[in-house]
């Protein structure tokens, strides 16, 4: 019970990060590097007082550098992408890109996936593939590059996540490092930076809610998932982010849209009903 419970409140938490983001982004309340700084700043800042001043050993510590990497790998192009595409298609983007980054180091990891795990797979992939494929109702490119390359991110940092010992403290140390490390990028677009108060607040809200505790409970959650079913269930985000980008965000859901959602989240109900029936 406990696994699903910590893997549904994590779905929400990465689904809340794509609608507010796109809240802020879409009305210009913020500009993308801005809220990565705030967004990375906060999450550190609360994750400090959340946990104590011990540091970790130093496997923990040589976890974190990379972490931190992973973490800006991820969440700087995030909000790149999503000055240019939706709510919905940005998560069905980014999922995509991490299961078949997960799924491709599980197997060198040496994880075999069941047959239907495999169909799982191709079905979610085929789906992001039809997605993006050209048409009136295509992502703008740019801005699918750029999730893509986030989700490659977040799919090493949920790799690099499952041999942590101490969440909390992991996670902790990978949002004040990653601030530190964004601030060179924030400081080279300064002619673009634009601040404001709503602005400022969605993108405490994403760090310090959505991610920074978010993230912990995920750390939490990977100790019971193998990487393929980590990567499967994490495409079930897409969907809850869709229907609160038309909630939240005033978002159209296009056919593509609904058709693309629909062959992953079927593919990914295959894929995990077999680990289940093991």
């Given at each position: 019970m406990l696994p699903f419970v910590l893997t549904a409140v994590t779905m929400l938490a990465f689904a809340a990060n794509s609608v507010l983001c796109r809240l802020a982004l879409?009305?210009?309340?913020?500009?993308?590097?801005?809220?990565?700084?705030?967004?990375?700043?906060?999450?550190?800042?609360?994750l400090l007082l959340l946990t104590s001043l011990?540091?970790?050993?130093?496997?923990?510590?040589?976890?974190?550098?990379?972490?931190?990497?992973y973490l800006v790998l991820y969440a700087l192009p995030f909000s790149l992408a999503y000055v240019r595409i939706d709510t919905g298609t940005g998560a069905l983007?980014?999922?995509?890109?991490?299961?078949?980054t997960m799924i491709g180091l599980g197997l060198r990891s040496g994880e075999r996936p069941t047959v239907l795990e495999w169909l799982g797979l191709l079905g979610a992939a085929s789906g992001v593939v039809y997605l993006v494929s050209p048409g009136a109702s295509a992502p703008d490119p740019v801005g699918a590059g750029l999730m893509v390359v986030s989700g490659i991110g977040w799919g090493l940092y949920s790799i690099a996540g499952k041999g942590a010992d101490n969440p909390a403290l992991v996670t902790a140390t990978n949002f004040r490092r990653a601030a530190l490390v964004v601030v060179p990028a924030t400081a080279l677009a300064w002619g673009q930076l634009?601040?404001?108060?709503?602005?400022i607040l969605l993108a405490t809200a994403s760090g310090a809610l959505a991610s920074g505790l978010g993230y912990t409970i995920w750390y939490s959650a990977l100790k019971y998932l193998s990487a393929t079913r980590a990567a499967l269930v994490q495409l079930s985000v897409p969907a809850i982010a869709?229907?609160?980008?038309?909630?939240?965000?005033?978002?159209?859901?296009?056919?593509?849209?609904?058709?693309?959602?629909?062959?992953?989240?079927?593919s990914i109900a295959l894929g995990t009903i077999s680990r289940t029936k093991r």
């Open positions: 879409g009305d210009a309340a913020i500009d993308p590097y801005a809220f990565t700084a705030v967004r990375l700043g906060a999450g550190a800042i609360t011990k540091k970790g050993d130093k496997s923990e510590r040589k976890q974190s550098w990379r972490g931190a990497g983007l980014l999922f995509g890109a991490v299961q078949l634009s601040l404001s108060t709503s602005g869709a229907a609160g980008g038309v909630v939240f965000v005033a978002e159209e859901i296009t056919l593509r849209l609904a058709i693309s959602s629909s062959i992953i989240l079927g």
